[in-house]
T-cell receptor, first 114, second 111 residues
Framework: DGGITQSPKYLFRKEGQNVTLSCEQNLNHDAMYWYRQDPGQGLRLIYYSQIVNDFQKGDIAEGYSVSREKKESFPLTVTSAQKNPTAFYLC?????????????FGEGSRLTVL | QQQVKQSPQSLIVQKGGISIINCAYENTAFDYFPWYQQFPGKGPALLIAIRPDVSEKKEGRFTISFNKSAKQFSLHIMDSQPGDSATYFCAASSNAGKSTFGDGTTLTVKP
């Protein structure tokens, strides 16, 4: 079945440590996205990539980094510079082209900083 | 800053009732207005979506009403069921591929 796979589902991190969240898709979608979700708030865009080897900052990119070396993969690194990293992280993809707009989401990764 | 404002924050409806969630947007460049449904611990999934060239779209018990001049759109859930209890997000996206989300509405349908 086609979809988005995120791992790990749960992750605990000590302060000062970097952590990388994995996102893989087999939908053959060009665009991939990382969102952060906090309780009572909507989804906020961290980074997005519309093509391999290219990505753009979203609304809350500070303290995060990404890479897009393969079409299928878009890992997110939460660095020690992110002041409040405890959150639910969602990866998504979208088929490019006119009159698209549907995001396909993974199951999410919940990061807790101890 | 692009914004999508969603209300109410939470909603309690009796089984069989109508659930109504409203959203308003500012940027006229938006050309796709989806609603996503999210269950606890899961990622959101597309429920229904509309383009600005139509005023209403219905899929089963779910209907989107769209008012382009007022820059508002709403989700109506008819005959609400306990299984509809979830968080609902409206969103707006442009052809540039970025989506902006509302803050979400937690719907509880009581048996």
């Amino acid at each position: 079945d086609g979809g988005i796979t995120q791992s790990p589902k749960y992750l605990f991190r000590k302060e000062g440590q970097n952590v990388t969240l994995s996102c893989e898709q087999n939908l053959n979608h060009d665009a991939m996205y990382w969102y952060r979700q906090d309780p009572g708030q909507g989804l906020r865009l961290i980074y997005y990539s519309q093509i391999v080897n290219d990505f753009q900052k979203g609304d809350i990119a500070e303290g995060y980094s990404v890479s897009r070396e393969k079409k299928e993969s878009f890992p997110l690194t939460v660095t020690s510079a992110q002041k409040n990293p405890t959150a639910f992280y969602l990866c998504a993809s979208m088929r490019q082209g006119r009159y698209t707009g549907e995001l396909f989401f993974g199951e999410g990764s919940r990061l807790t900083v101890l | 800053q692009q914004q999508v404002k969603q209300s109410p924050q939470s909603l309690i409806v009796q089984k069989g009732g109508i659930s109504i969630i409203n959203c308003a947007y500012e940027n006229t460049a938006f050309d796709y207005f989806p609603w996503y449904q999210q269950f606890p611990g899961k990622g959101p999934a597309l429920l229904i979506a509309i383009r600005p060239d139509v005023s209403e779209k219905k899929e089963g018990r779910f209907t989107i009403s769209f008012n382009k001049s007022a820059k508002q759109f709403s989700l109506h859930i008819m005959d609400s069921q306990p299984g509809d209890s979830a968080t609902y997000f409206c969103a707006a996206s442009s052809n540039a591929g970025k989506s902006t989300f509302g803050d979400g509405t937690t719907l509880t349908v009581k048996p």
